[in-house]
């Protein structure tokens, strides 16, 4: 949700207040679960991640959208229990905001090695094309000491335009996994159980126990069809022994010397924290 990944970012710098944002926040998820009740707004493009076609039960989502029965989608919605569902981009960082706004939330956090997540990113091109003037990234850019940057590097001691793309790609990564890990520390016990923390490569590698784990966590079941869908997402999958080295190799090539410290620190905590708190 754009207007979710914007609020709580305009309230961590004092731009919006709690409950301004907790209200334009409920009315958005309220409009939002009616419509995916109603079959609305379905992103039907096959090469998506997000597209319907992945869902475990793709042929009942698009039934709704034929369907002229609006009290009857309703309360089918309600009789099984869906859990409205709303992705969330470098959310972690926001935690403490968002059971702010939703107590009850349960929140889903992917991780990925930072090496991996450094070559995505510059792989896509965010390094180079990440700037406000380029409307297709879609991040909100605020002013500060050293021009026009993201929320996450308003403190950086370089500015967004005085580095190179991986640089920028790179820091990137280890000042979320920092701001996340800074986050989660400080969430209330009670809050922190409502976080479910998932290894990309644990479920690329062995995905049934992380499926259940999940299921666990949600308090549902797996969909008969999530078999198919594990199939589809070509899982499991060997990850190459020497994946990391080879990510590593290439953010290290491409990085400014002087950021090699915070590369390398992102790495190793993947390993010696994250990856605890996700098994």
């Not at 970012?9 to 709690?18: E, M, T």
């Not at 989660?184 to 644990?202: G, I, K, N, S, Y």
Request: charged share 30%; hydrophobic share 45%.
């Amino acid at each position: 949700s754009p207007n979710l990944e914007s609020l709580l970012v305009l309230h961590r710098l004092g731009k919006v207040d709690l409950p301004t944002a907790k209200l334009l926040l409920e009315m958005e998820f309220d409009i939002r679960a009616f419509d995916m009740a109603m079959g609305r707004y379905l992103n039907t493009r096959p090469d998506d991640m997000s597209s319907v076609f992945r869902s475990a039960d793709h042929e009942n989502v698009l039934a709704r959208a034929q369907s002229t029965d609006r009290d009857a989608l309703l309360a089918r919605f309600h009789a099984e229990k869906r859990l409205p569902l709303h992705l969330y981009h470098e959310g972690m960082p926001h935690a403490r905001a968002l059971f702010g706004v939703f107590p009850k939330a349960r929140v889903v956090s992917s991780l990925r090695d930072p090496a991996a997540l450094m070559n995505s990113w510059y792989n896509r091109g965010w390094g180079k094309l990440a700037t406000a003037e380029t409307p297709t990234v879609m991040w909100p850019f605020f002013d500060g000491p050293k021009g026009r940057r993201t929320w996450w590097s308003l403190d950086w001691e370089v500015g967004w335009d005085e580095v190179n793309d991986m640089d920028r790609c790179a820091l990137s990564i280890a000042t979320l996994y920092a701001l996340g890990r800074k986050e989660l520390e400080a969430l209330a016990p009670a809050q922190r159980e409502r976080v479910h923390l998932m290894r990309f490569e644990d479920l690329v590698k062995d995905p049934q126990p992380q499926v259940s784990r999940l299921a666990a966590f949600l308090g549902r079941k797996p969909l008969p069809g999530m078999a198919a869908v594990l199939k589809q997402e070509r899982l499991p999958r060997e990850v190459p022994a020497d994946l990391r080295q080879r990510d590593l190799a290439r953010v290290l090539e491409l990085l400014s010397p002087r950021f090699r410290p915070a590369v390398e620190k992102a790495c190793a905590e993947y390993d010696s924290y994250w990856a605890g708190l996700a098994r």
